[in-house]
């Protein structure tokens, strides 16, 4: 029988993983909006495809790069799930 502690521990990891794995992209795509937002206050230039295509190529960036280890990061943890229904 599953514990209440164990159930506890298995969701802490999980929402630790979606951090993880979701943090960088949204991390950047902000950074790379802030950024957008001041050179188009800067330069008066309010193009909504610009800030659009930006983020996206830098989420496409982060996924080339780091698409590795958040493809691992997430079967690792689906793995001890697994793990972990076949023991109960």
């Known amino acids: ?3 209440t502690s164990l159930v506890t521990q298995i969701l802490r990891e999980g ?3 979606v951090l993880k794995i979701g943090g960088p992209m949204l991390v950047l795509s902000m950074a790379v ?3 957008v937002a001041i050179f188009q206050a800067v330069t008066q230039i309010h193009e909504q495809t610009l800030g659009f295509i930006l983020k ?3 989420i496409i960036l982060v996924l080339l790069v780091g698409g590795g280890w958040m493809m691992e990061t997430l079967l ?3 793995k001890r ?3 972990l229904m ?3």
Do not use: K, P, S
């Open 15 to 17: 929402i630790w993983v």
């Open 33 to 35: 909006g802030v950024l």
């Open 81 to 83: 799930i697994f793990e």
């Open 86 to 88: 076949a023991a109960y």
């Open 56 to 58: 996206l190529t830098v």
């Open 76 to 78: 690792d943890y689906a």
């Open 1 to 3: 029988m599953l514990d």
